[in-house]
């Protein structure tokens, strides 16, 4: 039995590398797999896939498809709903992408040590997003929530989220280290963290409430308040 599946120019990266020009998968199978297997076994994530149809109607990843269906894949609708709270998490590759989306404020953690167990139990035990470009791990039959970032730049990495999801921003509110949030502090309760330049030629900062760090809008302003507004106006 076969199944012919045909998938749009924008999910044929997930593909071998033989289909990607027409996106055309002939898929052989036993009768007894479901469709959302089939589409996983050809390489694309069900996270990735926002609709499947059979002779122009839906149908769900679950079913089991007829002996010569032809299946059209269609990527997720942008912006996807986030279906639960605006709470990220990213995988050990993505820790540039991490310290922008920090920057913006969004509700983001990571750890450079995670495996692939601990990433999915946290995005369990805390709801949060997950965000990979891992594609294996996409396909954890237990996540509730992911999806895959394109982009190889972390400026890419996040135009990419960014346009996908429709988080809420709230920039310079998190610290960019750990993702705690920020609170003004009085320049005297902190100067003994300074160094003598940024105490001669600052007056306001804020502290983490989490991990202590001192941040101030100093030399390296204009190239954060740039990454701010090309957030802020997509």
């Known amino acids: 039995m076969t199944v012919r599946l045909l998938v ?3 999910l044929r990266l997930f593909l071998p590398v033989r289909s990607r020009s027409t996106g055309v998968v002939e898929t052989r199978y036993d009768g007894t797999a479901t469709l959302g297997h089939l589409v996983q076994a050809a ?5 990735e ?3 499947l149809a059979v002779d122009g109607l839906s149908v769900a990843p679950s079913a089991r498809p007829r ?4 299946v059209v894949v269609e990527p997720v609708s942008r ?5 639960g709270p605006p709470r990220l998490l990213l995988d050990v590759h993505l820790g540039a992408l991490a310290r922008r989306l920090r920057l913006l404020g969004v509700d983001t953690r990571y750890d450079n040590s995670a495996d692939d167990d601990q990433l ?13 470009q891992d594609r294996r791990l996409l396909m954890r039959r237990a996540l509730r929530r992911a999806a895959f970032v394109r982009g190889a730049a972390p400026d890419e990495q996040v135009a990419d989220v960014l346009d996908r999801f429709a988080l809420p921003l709230a920039p310079y509110t998190r610290c ?13 309760a902190v100067e003994h963290l300074l160094e003598p330049g940024t105490r001669r030629t600052q007056e306001r900062f804020r502290q983490c409430e989490d991990c202590g760090r001192v ?3 100093g030399a390296h302003a204009r190239r954060l308040d740039a990454l701010v507004r090309a957030a802020e106006c997509r």
């Open 43 to 47: 390489g694309i994530p069900l996270t």
């Open 176 to 188: 960019t280290g750990c993702g705690g949030l920020l609170h003004p502090v009085a320049k005297a």
């Open 49 to 51: 896939v926002g609709r």
């Open 120 to 132: 999915v139990a946290t995005a369990l035990s805390e709801d949060r997003l997950l965000l990979t």
């Open 67 to 70: 002996d010569g269906d032809e």
């Open 79 to 83: 912006p996807q709903p986030l279906d």
């Open 8 to 10: 749009p120019p924008s």
């Open 215 to 217: 941040f101030w809008h």
